[in-house]
C-alpha cells in the first residue's frame, strides 16, 4: 500500500475525551503501517476564535497554531477529524477554526467561478470524520436530516474541494459500555493502517 501523508484534528476542545483516544488510536496504527501522520489536538491551540466583524477584506492575522494548522492542510493528502456533536453542530472553538481558517486565497478562490460557485483550493484531498453522540441514528436521519452531515460533506469540505468525505457515526457516547468504546477505538486503528 502507498504511503499517505495525514493530518489528523482532534476537534474536541476538552484535554481528555473520546475523541481524543479515537484520534490517537487511528495515528497509531496509520504511523505503524508506514503513513506521514501529524496531529492536532484542538484543546491544545491558542486562537481567537471569533471571526469578528472585518469581513473577507480586513481578516484578523492568523494566529502561529492556526498557521500551522493550515499549513498542515494543505501537506495532507487525506484529513481525519474526530469530533462529539453539541447541539446539532460543532462545539463552538471547532466551527470557529473553521471560520478563521478556510479563507479565500487559501481554501477556495471568489475570482474564478463556476456557476456561482468559487473555485475549491483544496482539491485532491479525501476525509474521514468520526463523529460522536448520543442521538441515535435513526434520529439523526428523520428528525434531523442528517444536517450536521450534510454540512461537513457539502458546505465545509466539498466546497473547499476535500472529497469523498466518509463519516462513522458512533451513537450513544456517553453511556457506551468498554466492550463498546474499544470496539470504536479497534475501528479507528483499521482506519488508520489503511489510511481510510
Request: with cysteine; proline share 5%; charged share 25%.
Amino acid at each position: 500500500m502507498k504511503s499517505k501523508r495525514i493530518l489528523i484534528l482532534n476537534g474536541h476542545p476538552g484535554t481528555q475525551s473520546l475523541s481524543r483516544s479515537l484520534a490517537e488510536s487511528y495515528r497509531d496504527s496509520a504511523e505503524q503501517a508506514g503513513h506521514e501522520v501529524r496531529l492536532t489536538h484542538l484543546s491544545d491551540m491558542e486562537f481567537d476564535s471569533d471571526f469578528g466583524g472585518g469581513g473577507y477584506k480586513s481578516t484578523k492575522p492568523l494566529e502561529l497554531d492556526l498557521e500551522k494548522l493550515l499549513k498542515d492542510l494543505k501537506w495532507s493528502e487525506h484529513l481525519v477529524m474526530t469530533t462529539p456533536i453539541w447541539w446539532g453542530g460543532f462545539p463552538g472553538k471547532l466551527k470557529g477554526l473553521f471560520d478563521r481558517i478556510l479563507l479565500p486565497g487559501e481554501a477556495f478562490d471568489t475570482r474564478n467561478q463556476k456557476m456561482g460557485f468559487p473555485t475549491p483550493l483544496l482539491a485532491g484531498r479525501t476525509a474521514r470524520v468520526l463523529v460522536t453522540s448520543d442521538t441515535p441514528g435513526w434520529l439523526m436521519s428523520l428528525f434531523y436530516c442528517n444536517a450536521l452531515f450534510v454540512q461537513l460533506r457539502k458546505q465545509i469540505f466539498g466546497f473547499i474541494g476535500i472529497k469523498p468525505v466518509k463519516i462513522k457515526h458512533l451513537k450513544g457516547a456517553t453511556r457506551a459500555s468498554s466492550k463498546t468504546v474499544e470496539s470504536w477505538l479497534q475501528e479507528a486503528r483499521a482506519l488508520g493502517t489503511n489510511a481510510a
